[in-house]
């Protein structure tokens, strides 16, 4: 394993060196990096139409291109799927990545060769900074979970793939076999086509890795299920360990060539062993260990607090900010916080009165909107996302911590309720816990989701006027209460409902590595898969667990 980290470390050391220096120059970095992009674009469609071929300063590209969605780009990339080129880029399309989001249908995302090497210029300094920071990860193997799992292969009426379905084209070509070699998870996995055998096959080759020494996964909720099955399948698990059998649970579709898999009695007993009372000692299984890799701020940071628990002899490393369309923050152990990921995007930053900053003129704790432009082809592009600036790394290189999703705001009533506002209400209360509109109520009101095994069932009125309470800080919430416009806030105890969410995003086109958790949901549709009962905030001696 190690002569296959020191490929990676040997070809990843020159991209942290090439970071390293425009970290020293990050305005400089920036202007120079979207001058190049104009300059390559100027024949394009979009880059016609908005005359980049004259375009002489970054103030002029601000003035003349309007800030873009998905939906006024919609147009260039139904083109680009028919197979039309130079309408964003006037690099050829290779692929495009699906995504989605909580209130829009899946969304196509075009990558060309410019985008990968955008990914790559903020993915290989983390993985050089990361491996000379923990040593010990050259000593074992690794499971990433870069893109989203049962990803059915898919093309467009052009037969451009969407979804590439290896994770290894986002490093490159040269380090994808040393990439496989490492990788604890076989990519035959990949090939499942239902979701329950993708997990088994994943916690069963999570179990044969001994040396599993990294796990990079983006929101820390993505090992819950995985985490789940191991107990819930534990005695299979170490029948398929002890015999070299995979037998699935029922309703699973084995995969060619799982069936016979070599057998491991010495490890079957050190995994039993592990596993007592429906409790899963990792560091017995996993005692390699060395890193945990993923978003630990924003909504992930109480289920980062849980995965702390559950892997407390690992150490937890916070993830950059990595949207489909772009690479926004990179980790690097020297920083408390992420960084801006100079080289792979333009990015500006809207503040509470809509005016645009660049890197270098950002204030301490003030939270800004990020509008970035790719090499890609897409040009300030809202992405969605607000990060607030936690102080500077290097002279105007900011490092900032992700808190949220931008467009996640609820009026039912005049209250205008926001994400980051519902995540200081939601802080003290562990576990899962969402809230969403409940907008057919009369009068409407909001209901908290929260999981029926977190908490007794005669705590949860308590939990619901103390929540109600907090809400209350914000006074226009306060004045719809008492004023009757909004009802008391409900509580809707549900069994197992991160899974539920996960399945809900699922069903909804969206994958498994996409799915975002937000303490605050704006579409009421998203509580169907919950079910319908409910508790009305009441009184109670119990307070938050």
Request: proline share 6%; hydrophobic share 40%; charged share 25%.
């Amino acid at each position: 394993m190690m002569v296959h980290w020191q490929k990676i470390e040997s070809q990843a050391r020159p991209a942290y060196v090439r970071f390293c220096d425009a970290a020293s120059k990050p305005l400089l970095t920036q202007q120079g990096l979207i001058k190049e992009i104009l300059k390559s674009n100027a024949r394009c469609a979009f880059g016609k139409r908005h005359g980049f071929e004259a375009m002489t300063s970054v103030e002029e590209y601000l003035a003349k291109v309007p800030v873009q969605d998905f939906d006024s780009l919609r147009s260039y990339i139904d083109r680009m799927a028919l197979g039309e080129h130079g309408q964003l880029s006037e690099e050829p399309v290779l692929l495009f990545e699906e995504t989605g989001g909580s209130r829009s249908g899946s969304k196509l995302i075009p990558y060309s060769a410019p985008a990968l090497e955008s990914f790559r210029a903020a993915l290989l300094p983390w993985l050089a900074d990361t491996i000379a920071s923990r040593p010990n990860i050259k000593d074992g193997t690794a499971y990433w979970a870069i893109s989203p799992a049962v990803q059915s292969q898919k093309e467009t009426s052009a037969g451009i793939p969407i979804g590439d379905g290896s994770d290894a084209i986002y490093l490159g070509a040269d380090l994808a076999p040393s990439f496989m070699e490492l990788s604890a998870v076989g990519e035959n996995v990949r090939l499942a086509k239902e979701y329950d055998t993708w997990r088994y096959l994943t916690a069963l080759s999570l179990l044969k890795a001994e040396d599993l020494s990294l796990i990079s996964v983006w929101s820390p909720t993505f090992l819950f299920p995985i985490l789940e099955t191991i107990l819930v399948h534990a005695d299979q698990l170490m029948r398929d360990l002890r015999e070299g059998r995979v037998r699935h649970p029922e309703r699973m579709t084995p995969l060619p060539g799982d069936e016979i898999a070599d057998s491991d009695p010495g490890r079957a007993r050190v995994i039993e062993r592990s596993i007592q009372s429906r409790e899963f000692n990792t560091e017995e299984a996993w005692p390699r260990l060395d890193t945990l890799s993923c978003w630990t701020h924003g909504p992930s940071e109480t289920f980062a607090r849980q995965l702390e628990g559950l892997f407390p002899h690992v150490h937890i490393q916070g993830k950059g900010l990595l949207a489909t369309e772009g690479a926004i923050t990179l980790p690097l152990e020297r920083y408390p916080y992420p960084v801006l990921a100079l080289q792979s995007g333009f990015f500006e930053f809207f503040d509470e009165q809509g005016e645009s900053h660049l890197c270098d003129d950002l204030d301490k704790e003030a939270i800004y909107k990020v509008i970035m432009t790719t090499p890609g082809g897409l040009y300030r592009y809202d992405l969605g996302d607000k990060v607030k600036m936690k102080g500077w790394a290097e002279a105007g290189l900011p490092m900032l911590e992700f808190v949220g999703r931008s467009a996640e705001t609820v009026d039912l009533v005049g209250e205008k309720l926001t994400s980051e506002f519902v995540e200081t209400c939601l802080q003290q209360v562990g576990g899962f816990r969402m809230i969403f509109p409940q907008k057919g109520e009369s009068p409407p009101r909001y209901a908290l989701v929260v999981d029926e095994h977190d908490r007794p069932l005669h705590c949860l009125e308590a939990l619901g006027q103390e929540v109600e309470q907090l809400l209350c800080a914000n006074p226009q919430y306060q004045y719809a209460r008492n004023v009757g416009q909004l009802g008391p806030l409900s509580i809707l105890p549900v069994d197992r409902p991160l899974e539920k969410y996960l399945e809900s995003g699922r069903a909804r086109g969206q994958s498994v590595g996409d799915i975002k958790f937000s303490s605050l949901q704006a579409q009421a549709e998203w509580l169907a898969p919950f079910g319908k009962t409910q508790m009305n905030g009441g009184r109670s001696s119990c307070g938050l667990s």
